[in-house]
Protein backbone atom coordinates (compact mmCIF):
# COMPACT_ATOMS: atom_id res chain seq x y z
CA UNK A 1 0.00 0.00 0.00
CA UNK A 2 1.63 3.39 -1.24
CA UNK A 3 1.57 6.07 1.03
CA UNK A 4 -0.91 8.76 0.77
CA UNK A 5 -0.32 12.09 -1.22
CA UNK A 6 -0.44 14.88 1.33
CA UNK A 7 -0.97 17.01 -1.35
CA UNK A 8 -4.20 15.61 -2.62
CA UNK A 9 -5.80 15.58 0.71
CA UNK A 10 -8.43 18.15 1.40
CA UNK A 11 -7.26 21.64 2.88
CA UNK A 12 -7.90 22.36 6.90
CA UNK A 13 -10.16 24.90 7.18
CA UNK A 14 -9.98 24.54 11.12
CA UNK A 15 -9.23 28.60 11.42
CA UNK A 16 -12.64 29.59 9.02
CA UNK A 17 -14.68 27.06 11.34
CA UNK A 18 -13.17 29.67 14.60
CA UNK A 19 -13.62 32.71 13.25
CA UNK A 20 -17.49 31.76 12.41
CA UNK A 21 -18.11 30.42 16.00
CA UNK A 22 -16.45 32.90 17.74
CA UNK A 23 -18.54 35.82 15.36
CA UNK A 24 -22.13 34.10 16.33
CA UNK A 25 -21.43 33.30 19.75
CA UNK A 26 -19.78 36.88 20.67
CA UNK A 27 -23.11 38.07 19.25
CA UNK A 28 -24.76 36.74 22.08
CA UNK A 29 -22.19 36.69 24.95
CA UNK A 30 -21.71 40.91 24.69
CA UNK A 31 -25.47 41.50 24.64
CA UNK A 32 -25.64 38.82 27.29
CA UNK A 33 -23.02 41.20 29.47
CA UNK A 34 -24.61 44.79 28.40
CA UNK A 35 -28.23 43.28 29.49
CA UNK A 36 -26.57 43.50 32.82
CA UNK A 37 -25.41 46.81 32.60
CA UNK A 38 -28.48 48.30 31.77
CA UNK A 39 -30.11 46.88 34.46
CA UNK A 40 -27.75 48.18 37.21
CA UNK A 41 -29.31 51.50 36.26
CA UNK A 42 -32.40 50.08 38.09
CA UNK A 43 -30.97 48.49 41.11
CA UNK A 44 -31.30 51.38 43.19
CA UNK A 45 -35.59 51.20 42.87
CA UNK A 46 -35.42 47.65 44.31
CA UNK A 47 -36.26 45.85 41.33
CA UNK A 48 -34.46 44.78 37.63
CA UNK A 49 -35.59 45.23 34.66
CA UNK A 50 -38.71 43.18 33.77
CA UNK A 51 -37.72 40.88 30.93
CA UNK A 52 -40.46 38.48 29.28
CA UNK A 53 -39.26 35.13 30.06
CA UNK A 54 -40.87 31.20 29.73
CA UNK A 55 -42.77 31.60 33.09
CA UNK A 56 -43.64 35.00 33.07
CA UNK A 57 -41.80 38.36 33.64
CA UNK A 58 -37.93 37.76 34.76
CA UNK A 59 -35.19 39.71 35.30
CA UNK A 60 -31.51 40.16 33.89
CA UNK A 61 -30.01 37.77 36.69
CA UNK A 62 -32.17 34.69 36.05
CA UNK A 63 -34.98 32.95 35.10
CA UNK A 64 -35.03 31.05 37.76
CA UNK A 65 -36.97 27.82 37.67
CA UNK A 66 -37.16 24.27 39.67
CA UNK A 67 -34.87 21.57 38.47
CA UNK A 68 -38.07 19.35 37.13
CA UNK A 69 -39.08 22.37 35.46
CA UNK A 70 -36.29 23.32 33.44
CA UNK A 71 -35.52 19.48 32.44
CA UNK A 72 -38.57 20.09 30.72
CA UNK A 73 -37.96 23.44 29.41
CA UNK A 74 -34.59 21.82 27.96
CA UNK A 75 -36.29 18.78 26.65
CA UNK A 76 -34.99 19.11 23.55
CA UNK A 77 -31.33 21.31 24.31
CA UNK A 78 -30.25 17.98 26.93
CA UNK A 79 -30.95 15.34 24.21
CA UNK A 80 -27.57 14.31 23.51
CA UNK A 81 -28.32 11.33 22.20
CA UNK A 82 -30.17 13.25 19.05
CA UNK A 83 -28.67 14.29 15.72
CA UNK A 84 -25.95 16.97 14.93
CA UNK A 85 -26.64 20.36 15.72
CA UNK A 86 -24.26 21.96 13.48
CA UNK A 87 -23.63 25.76 13.20
CA UNK A 88 -27.15 26.87 13.82
CA UNK A 89 -28.14 24.39 16.01
CA UNK A 90 -24.77 25.22 18.56
CA UNK A 91 -25.96 29.42 18.18
CA UNK A 92 -29.44 28.36 19.55
CA UNK A 93 -28.05 26.20 21.92
CA UNK A 94 -25.75 28.67 23.50
CA UNK A 95 -28.73 30.70 23.60
CA UNK A 96 -30.80 28.78 25.82
CA UNK A 97 -27.54 28.25 28.22
CA UNK A 98 -27.50 32.05 28.18
CA UNK A 99 -31.22 32.14 28.73
CA UNK A 100 -31.57 29.92 32.40
CA UNK A 101 -28.48 30.78 33.50
CA UNK A 102 -27.47 33.23 36.01
CA UNK A 103 -26.00 36.43 34.96
CA UNK A 104 -22.94 36.91 37.43
CA UNK A 105 -22.16 40.31 35.76
CA UNK A 106 -25.88 41.55 37.20
CA UNK A 107 -25.30 43.61 40.30
CA UNK A 108 -28.07 41.31 41.90
CA UNK A 109 -25.93 39.17 42.38
CA UNK A 110 -24.74 39.04 45.65
CA UNK A 111 -25.15 35.23 46.61
CA UNK A 112 -21.49 33.95 47.03
CA UNK A 113 -17.71 34.54 47.24
CA UNK A 114 -17.59 35.56 43.44
CA UNK A 115 -19.09 37.74 41.13
CA UNK A 116 -18.62 37.98 37.80
CA UNK A 117 -15.56 38.06 35.81
CA UNK A 118 -14.20 40.73 33.14
CA UNK A 119 -13.17 41.89 30.20
CA UNK A 120 -9.63 40.37 29.83
CA UNK A 121 -11.14 37.47 32.41
CA UNK A 122 -13.02 35.89 29.20
CA UNK A 123 -9.53 37.00 26.71
CA UNK A 124 -7.52 34.42 29.19
CA UNK A 125 -10.34 31.97 28.99
CA UNK A 126 -10.22 31.94 24.83
CA UNK A 127 -6.45 31.72 25.19
CA UNK A 128 -5.94 28.48 27.44
CA UNK A 129 -8.53 27.26 25.15
CA UNK A 130 -6.80 27.95 21.80
CA UNK A 131 -3.64 26.62 23.58
CA UNK A 132 -5.38 23.15 24.77
CA UNK A 133 -2.13 21.75 26.82
CA UNK A 134 -1.25 20.58 29.59
CA UNK A 135 0.92 22.54 32.67
CA UNK A 136 2.36 19.30 33.78
CA UNK A 137 5.87 19.25 31.69
CA UNK A 138 7.90 22.25 30.56
CA UNK A 139 8.07 20.72 26.91
CA UNK A 140 4.60 21.34 26.14
CA UNK A 141 4.27 24.45 28.17
CA UNK A 142 6.90 26.34 27.87
CA UNK A 143 5.48 29.64 28.62
CA UNK A 144 2.32 28.55 30.99
CA UNK A 145 4.90 27.68 33.17
CA UNK A 146 7.13 29.99 33.36
CA UNK A 147 3.92 32.15 34.22
CA UNK A 148 2.96 29.87 36.90
CA UNK A 149 6.38 30.31 38.46
CA UNK A 150 6.43 33.92 38.18
CA UNK A 151 3.04 34.30 39.43
CA UNK A 152 3.26 32.03 42.23
CA UNK A 153 6.96 33.58 43.39
CA UNK A 154 4.90 36.99 43.23
CA UNK A 155 1.98 36.12 45.75
CA UNK A 156 4.46 34.34 48.41
CA UNK A 157 6.29 37.76 48.02
CA UNK A 158 2.73 39.61 49.09
CA UNK A 159 2.89 37.67 52.26
CA UNK A 160 6.44 38.00 53.18
CA UNK A 161 7.29 34.49 52.61
CA UNK A 162 11.17 33.77 52.88
CA UNK A 163 12.25 35.18 49.24
CA UNK A 164 14.63 32.65 48.84
CA UNK A 165 12.51 29.61 48.93
CA UNK A 166 9.14 30.14 48.81
CA UNK A 167 6.48 29.93 45.85
CA UNK A 168 3.83 27.84 45.06
CA UNK A 169 1.59 25.72 42.31
CA UNK A 170 -1.80 26.14 40.90
CA UNK A 171 -4.62 24.13 42.02
CA UNK A 172 -8.26 23.31 40.86
CA UNK A 173 -9.58 25.11 43.28
CA UNK A 174 -9.42 26.05 47.10
CA UNK A 175 -10.40 22.47 48.65
CA UNK A 176 -7.64 21.25 46.30
CA UNK A 177 -5.15 23.63 47.54
CA UNK A 178 -6.15 22.61 51.45
CA UNK A 179 -6.26 19.09 50.54
CA UNK A 180 -2.40 19.01 49.00
CA UNK A 181 -1.29 21.09 52.18
CA UNK A 182 -2.17 18.27 54.39
CA UNK A 183 -0.64 15.35 52.07
CA UNK A 184 2.58 17.94 52.05
CA UNK A 185 2.64 18.34 55.91
CA UNK A 186 2.37 14.55 56.44
CA UNK A 187 4.60 13.63 54.24
CA UNK A 188 7.36 15.96 55.34
CA UNK A 189 7.17 16.08 58.75
CA UNK A 190 6.81 12.47 58.90
CA UNK A 191 8.75 10.95 55.91
CA UNK A 192 8.01 7.40 56.21
CA UNK A 193 4.86 8.01 55.83
CA UNK A 194 5.03 8.81 52.04
CA UNK A 195 6.07 5.11 51.24
CA UNK A 196 4.70 3.27 54.06
CA UNK A 197 1.51 5.31 54.92
CA UNK A 198 -0.10 6.72 58.31
CA UNK A 199 1.31 3.48 60.27
CA UNK A 200 0.94 3.35 63.96
CA UNK A 201 -0.14 7.27 63.74
CA UNK A 202 -3.41 8.58 64.80
CA UNK A 203 -2.69 11.87 62.66
CA UNK A 204 -5.35 14.60 64.10
CA UNK A 205 -6.25 17.76 61.99
CA UNK A 206 -7.11 21.33 63.89
CA UNK A 207 -9.72 23.53 62.68
CA UNK A 208 -12.11 26.85 63.33
CA UNK A 209 -14.97 25.95 64.63
CA UNK A 210 -16.26 28.60 61.49
CA UNK A 211 -13.75 26.84 59.11
CA UNK A 212 -14.52 25.30 55.60
CA UNK A 213 -15.67 21.75 55.42
CA UNK A 214 -12.70 20.98 52.34
CA UNK A 215 -10.39 20.15 55.58
CA UNK A 216 -13.18 17.43 56.82
CA UNK A 217 -13.42 16.46 53.66
CA UNK A 218 -10.12 15.69 52.87
CA UNK A 219 -9.49 13.82 56.04
CA UNK A 220 -11.73 11.14 54.61
CA UNK A 221 -10.55 10.96 51.74
CA UNK A 222 -6.91 10.52 52.99
CA UNK A 223 -8.07 7.93 55.61
CA UNK A 224 -7.69 9.91 58.67
CA UNK A 225 -12.01 9.65 59.28
CA UNK A 226 -13.82 12.66 59.63
CA UNK A 227 -13.24 12.27 63.14
CA UNK A 228 -9.76 13.03 62.97
CA UNK A 229 -10.50 16.33 62.32
CA UNK A 230 -10.92 18.72 65.87
CA UNK A 231 -12.97 21.64 65.75
CA UNK A 232 -11.31 24.51 68.14
CA UNK A 233 -13.65 27.08 69.74
CA UNK A 234 -14.07 30.49 68.33
CA UNK A 235 -14.13 34.22 70.19
CA UNK A 236 -17.15 36.45 69.64
CA UNK A 237 -15.39 37.90 66.47
CA UNK A 238 -15.60 34.17 65.26
CA UNK A 239 -11.54 33.88 65.66
CA UNK A 240 -9.69 30.58 67.29
CA UNK A 241 -8.86 31.10 70.75
CA UNK A 242 -5.04 30.18 71.31
CA UNK A 243 -5.92 28.96 74.76
CA UNK A 244 -8.79 26.23 73.50
CA UNK A 245 -6.41 25.25 70.61
CA UNK A 246 -3.49 24.46 72.99
CA UNK A 247 -5.80 22.53 74.96
CA UNK A 248 -7.18 20.64 72.53
CA UNK A 249 -3.53 19.55 70.96
CA UNK A 250 -2.53 18.35 74.19
CA UNK A 251 -5.30 16.64 74.70
CA UNK A 252 -5.05 14.93 71.37
CA UNK A 253 -1.63 13.89 72.29
CA UNK A 254 -3.38 12.53 75.42
CA UNK A 255 -5.32 10.17 73.87
CA UNK A 256 -1.89 8.82 71.50
CA UNK A 257 -2.50 10.55 68.53
CA UNK A 258 -0.32 12.58 66.58
CA UNK A 259 -1.36 16.18 66.40
CA UNK A 260 -0.68 17.06 62.41
CA UNK A 261 -1.85 20.30 61.10
CA UNK A 262 -3.36 23.27 62.11
CA UNK A 263 -5.94 25.02 59.12
CA UNK A 264 -6.49 28.57 60.05
CA UNK A 265 -8.63 30.69 58.03
CA UNK A 266 -8.29 34.28 56.28
CA UNK A 267 -12.17 34.76 56.12
CA UNK A 268 -14.21 32.43 57.20
CA UNK A 269 -16.27 31.66 54.70
CA UNK A 270 -19.59 32.79 56.72
CA UNK A 271 -18.80 35.92 58.81
CA UNK A 272 -15.21 36.37 57.01
CA UNK A 273 -13.10 36.42 60.25
CA UNK A 274 -9.64 35.87 60.11
CA UNK A 275 -7.74 33.99 63.17
CA UNK A 276 -5.04 35.29 64.68
CA UNK A 277 -2.09 33.83 63.06
CA UNK A 278 0.86 35.07 65.07
CA UNK A 279 0.10 33.05 68.44
CA UNK A 280 -1.29 30.45 66.58
CA UNK A 281 1.81 29.88 64.66
CA UNK A 282 4.02 29.58 67.91
CA UNK A 283 1.83 26.69 69.08
CA UNK A 284 2.06 24.92 65.93
CA UNK A 285 6.04 25.73 66.18
CA UNK A 286 6.19 24.35 69.75
CA UNK A 287 3.89 20.83 68.93
CA UNK A 288 6.05 20.32 65.80
CA UNK A 289 2.79 20.82 63.38
CA UNK A 290 2.44 22.73 59.86
CA UNK A 291 0.68 25.79 59.88
CA UNK A 292 -1.31 26.00 57.14
CA UNK A 293 -3.49 28.84 56.40
CA UNK A 294 -6.97 28.97 54.45
CA UNK A 295 -6.91 32.46 53.03
CA UNK A 296 -9.39 31.14 49.55
CA UNK A 297 -11.79 34.24 50.82
CA UNK A 298 -9.88 36.32 52.68
CA UNK A 299 -6.34 35.98 51.15
CA UNK A 300 -6.40 38.62 48.42
CA UNK A 301 -6.90 41.21 50.92
CA UNK A 302 -2.73 41.23 51.02
CA UNK A 303 -3.36 43.40 48.09
CA UNK A 304 -5.17 46.33 50.36
CA UNK A 305 -2.38 47.98 52.48
CA UNK A 306 -4.86 49.51 54.59
CA UNK A 307 -6.33 46.02 55.31
CA UNK A 308 -3.90 43.43 55.36
CA UNK A 309 -1.53 44.69 58.37
CA UNK A 310 -4.48 44.02 61.00
CA UNK A 311 -6.15 40.51 59.37
CA UNK A 312 -2.98 38.81 57.83
CA UNK A 313 -0.72 40.07 60.64
CA UNK A 314 1.48 36.75 61.10
CA UNK A 315 0.98 35.09 58.07
CA UNK A 316 4.36 34.86 56.64
CA UNK A 317 4.59 32.28 59.65
CA UNK A 318 2.51 29.78 57.62
CA UNK A 319 4.04 26.73 56.23
CA UNK A 320 1.51 26.92 53.65
CA UNK A 321 -1.25 29.66 52.38
CA UNK A 322 -4.44 28.90 49.93
CA UNK A 323 -5.53 32.29 48.24
CA UNK A 324 -8.22 32.27 45.31
CA UNK A 325 -7.54 35.20 43.08
CA UNK A 326 -10.98 34.02 41.69
CA UNK A 327 -12.84 35.27 44.53
CA UNK A 328 -12.33 38.96 45.71
CA UNK A 329 -10.57 40.05 42.64
CA UNK A 330 -12.44 38.81 39.50
CA UNK A 331 -10.23 36.10 37.97
CA UNK A 332 -12.72 33.55 36.29
CA UNK A 333 -13.09 30.47 37.77
CA UNK A 334 -11.25 28.53 39.08
CA UNK A 335 -7.97 29.95 39.87
CA UNK A 336 -6.90 29.07 43.25
CA UNK A 337 -2.71 28.67 44.38
CA UNK A 338 -1.49 26.97 47.02
CA UNK A 339 2.10 29.04 48.27
CA UNK A 340 4.64 27.71 50.30
CA UNK A 341 7.81 28.84 52.73
CA UNK A 342 9.86 26.03 51.32
CA UNK A 343 8.85 24.80 47.82
CA UNK A 344 11.91 22.36 48.36
CA UNK A 345 9.65 20.87 51.09
CA UNK A 346 7.02 20.54 48.50
CA UNK A 347 9.09 19.01 45.93
CA UNK A 348 10.05 16.03 48.28
CA UNK A 349 6.87 15.46 49.50
CA UNK A 350 5.33 15.01 45.94
CA UNK A 351 7.53 13.77 43.79
CA UNK A 352 7.40 10.66 42.16
CA UNK A 353 9.98 10.30 39.62
CA UNK A 354 8.26 8.93 36.40
CA UNK A 355 10.82 9.00 33.27
CA UNK A 356 8.86 8.44 30.61
CA UNK A 357 7.20 12.31 31.59
CA UNK A 358 9.35 14.35 33.93
CA UNK A 359 12.67 15.25 32.45
CA UNK A 360 13.61 17.47 35.60
CA UNK A 361 17.57 17.28 36.64
CA UNK A 362 18.03 14.87 39.81
CA UNK A 363 18.97 16.89 42.72
CA UNK A 364 17.92 20.17 40.89
CA UNK A 365 16.85 22.95 43.41
CA UNK A 366 12.98 23.15 43.18
CA UNK A 367 14.14 26.87 41.19
CA UNK A 368 15.16 24.18 38.78
CA UNK A 369 11.69 22.12 38.57
CA UNK A 370 9.83 23.16 35.22
CA UNK A 371 7.61 20.05 35.14
CA UNK A 372 5.64 21.22 37.61
CA UNK A 373 3.53 18.40 37.87
CA UNK A 374 6.04 16.46 40.09
CA UNK A 375 4.90 19.39 42.85
CA UNK A 376 1.41 18.43 42.74
CA UNK A 377 -1.14 15.80 43.34
CA UNK A 378 -2.25 16.21 39.47
CA UNK A 379 -0.69 15.25 35.76
CA UNK A 380 -3.38 16.82 34.31
CA UNK A 381 -3.19 20.87 34.88
CA UNK A 382 -4.49 23.99 32.80
CA UNK A 383 -3.04 26.81 32.78
CA UNK A 384 -5.09 28.99 35.16
CA UNK A 385 -1.67 31.26 36.34
CA UNK A 386 -2.72 32.99 33.09
CA UNK A 387 -5.61 34.35 33.79
CA UNK A 388 -4.36 36.01 36.56
CA UNK A 389 -1.21 36.49 35.23
CA UNK A 390 -2.81 38.42 32.70
CA UNK A 391 -4.99 40.31 34.69
CA UNK A 392 -1.82 41.68 36.67
CA UNK A 393 -0.41 42.72 33.60
CA UNK A 394 -3.48 44.47 32.04
CA UNK A 395 -4.94 45.99 34.98
CA UNK A 396 -1.64 46.57 37.54
CA UNK A 397 -1.47 45.89 41.29
CA UNK A 398 -2.97 49.02 41.42
CA UNK A 399 -6.45 48.14 40.24
CA UNK A 400 -6.25 44.86 42.99
CA UNK A 401 -5.42 47.49 45.93
CA UNK A 402 -8.65 49.49 44.94
CA UNK A 403 -10.76 46.82 44.13
CA UNK A 404 -10.28 45.52 47.75
CA UNK A 405 -10.50 48.87 49.38
CA UNK A 406 -13.61 49.45 47.40
CA UNK A 407 -15.13 46.11 48.28
CA UNK A 408 -14.45 46.95 52.09
CA UNK A 409 -16.05 50.28 51.27
CA UNK A 410 -18.81 48.78 50.24
CA UNK A 411 -19.44 46.19 52.89
CA UNK A 412 -19.33 48.99 55.19
CA UNK A 413 -21.74 50.88 53.60
CA UNK A 414 -24.30 48.12 53.33
CA UNK A 415 -23.90 47.35 57.17
CA UNK A 416 -24.99 51.20 58.02
CA UNK A 417 -27.33 51.08 55.79
CA UNK A 418 -29.37 48.12 57.73
CA UNK A 419 -28.49 49.91 60.77
CA UNK A 420 -29.94 53.16 59.93
CA UNK A 421 -33.45 51.54 58.32
CA UNK A 422 -34.48 50.01 62.14
CA UNK A 423 -35.99 47.13 60.33
CA UNK A 424 -32.56 44.78 60.73
CA UNK A 425 -30.52 43.04 62.96
CA UNK A 426 -26.86 42.79 62.03
CA UNK A 427 -24.30 39.94 63.57
CA UNK A 428 -21.47 40.49 61.62
CA UNK A 429 -18.35 41.52 63.55
CA UNK A 430 -17.65 45.00 63.58
CA UNK A 431 -15.53 46.48 62.08
CA UNK A 432 -16.68 43.85 59.27
CA UNK A 433 -13.63 41.76 59.03
CA UNK A 434 -14.11 40.93 55.46
CA UNK A 435 -16.59 41.45 52.96
CA UNK A 436 -20.06 40.28 53.71
CA UNK A 437 -22.44 41.66 55.83
CA UNK A 438 -24.60 38.95 58.09
CA UNK A 439 -28.20 39.94 59.70
CA UNK A 440 -31.65 39.77 59.78
CA UNK A 441 -34.75 40.80 58.97
CA UNK A 442 -36.78 42.19 62.11
CA UNK A 443 -40.01 43.71 62.82
CA UNK A 444 -38.88 47.22 64.45
CA UNK A 445 -35.20 45.70 64.76
CA UNK A 446 -36.79 43.64 67.51
CA UNK A 447 -35.82 39.56 66.77
CA UNK A 448 -38.44 37.13 67.84
CA UNK A 449 -37.00 34.12 70.00
CA UNK A 450 -38.65 31.80 67.56
CA UNK A 451 -35.34 30.33 65.34
CA UNK A 452 -38.02 28.29 63.16
CA UNK A 453 -39.95 31.63 62.58
CA UNK A 454 -37.07 33.76 62.02
CA UNK A 455 -35.77 30.97 59.18
CA UNK A 456 -38.66 31.08 57.84
CA UNK A 457 -38.64 35.07 57.03
CA UNK A 458 -35.10 34.75 55.86
CA UNK A 459 -35.63 31.81 53.15
CA UNK A 460 -39.41 33.20 52.29
CA UNK A 461 -37.72 37.17 51.57
CA UNK A 462 -34.42 35.08 49.68
CA UNK A 463 -36.40 33.15 47.59
CA UNK A 464 -38.71 35.89 46.58
CA UNK A 465 -35.86 38.34 45.78
CA UNK A 466 -34.93 36.49 43.05
CA UNK A 467 -37.88 37.24 40.80
CA UNK A 468 -36.57 41.01 41.75
CA UNK A 469 -33.48 40.51 40.51
CA UNK A 470 -31.68 40.22 43.69
CA UNK A 471 -29.84 36.86 44.78
CA UNK A 472 -28.02 36.47 48.40
CA UNK A 473 -27.41 33.68 50.28
CA UNK A 474 -28.36 33.00 53.94
CA UNK A 475 -26.82 30.37 56.64
CA UNK A 476 -27.55 28.62 59.79
CA UNK A 477 -27.62 30.50 63.00
CA UNK A 478 -28.51 30.22 67.05
CA UNK A 479 -31.87 32.09 66.42
CA UNK A 480 -32.68 30.65 62.82
CA UNK A 481 -31.02 30.89 59.09
CA UNK A 482 -29.70 34.59 58.62
CA UNK A 483 -29.43 36.85 55.60
CA UNK A 484 -25.66 36.63 54.47
CA UNK A 485 -24.71 39.04 51.73
CA UNK A 486 -21.59 39.09 49.90
CA UNK A 487 -20.20 42.27 48.49
CA UNK A 488 -17.32 42.76 45.88
CA UNK A 489 -15.06 45.54 44.74
CA UNK A 490 -17.20 46.39 41.59
CA UNK A 491 -20.68 46.63 43.51
CA UNK A 492 -22.60 50.11 43.25
CA UNK A 493 -24.10 51.63 46.13
CA UNK A 494 -27.34 51.92 44.46
CA UNK A 495 -27.29 48.25 44.23
CA UNK A 496 -27.20 48.10 47.78
CA UNK A 497 -29.61 50.49 48.20
CA UNK A 498 -32.38 49.06 46.30
CA UNK A 499 -31.02 45.60 47.82
CA UNK A 500 -32.11 47.00 51.21
CA UNK A 501 -35.44 48.72 50.39
CA UNK A 502 -36.28 45.45 48.05
CA UNK A 503 -36.13 43.24 51.16
CA UNK A 504 -38.39 45.25 53.17
CA UNK A 505 -40.91 45.15 50.45
CA UNK A 506 -40.73 41.87 49.88
CA UNK A 507 -41.50 41.13 53.40
CA UNK A 508 -44.25 43.38 53.64
CA UNK A 509 -45.78 41.58 50.34
CA UNK A 510 -45.29 38.19 52.24
CA UNK A 511 -46.60 39.26 55.16
CA UNK A 512 -44.42 40.07 57.49
CA UNK A 513 -45.17 43.56 58.64
CA UNK A 514 -42.74 45.85 59.99
CA UNK A 515 -43.70 47.42 63.56
CA UNK A 516 -41.51 50.45 62.11
CA UNK A 517 -40.05 51.69 59.18
CA UNK A 518 -37.94 54.66 58.22
CA UNK A 519 -38.68 56.07 54.94
CA UNK A 520 -35.50 57.07 52.90
Known amino acids: MSATNGNSEAPLNRADEVQDLLTAITDLIVPFVAAADQDAATKHTGHGL ?10 TLVEHHPPKKLEGLLQKELDIKGNALGRDGLVSLVESVLKYSVNTWDQGFLDKLYASTNAVGLVSELLLAALNTNVHVYQVSPVLTLIEKRTTTYLASLFNLPPSTSGGISQPGGSASNSTAIVIARNTLYPATKASGNGTHAFTIFTSAHGHYSVEKAANLFGLGSRAVISVPVDAAGAIVPEEFERLVQESKGRGETPLLLNATAGTTVHGSFDPFTPLAAICKKHNMWFHIDGSWGGSVVFSSAHAGSRLAGAELADSITINPHKMLGVPVT ?10 TFYKALTLPAGY ?7 AGVEDIYDLADLTPQCGRRGDSLKFFLALRYYGAAHFEQLVANGYD ?3 YLLRALKERGNFVTISPEPLPCLQVCFYYAKGGVLGDDA ?6 TADVASALIRRGFMIDFA ?3 KGKFFRVVVNGNTRKGTLDGLVKAIEETARSLGYKLTRLTET
Open 50 to 59: RVEGSGGPRT
Open 476 to 478: PGE
Open 410 to 412: NAE
Open 357 to 363: LFHNAPG
Open 335 to 344: CSFLLGADMN
Open 452 to 457: VANGKV
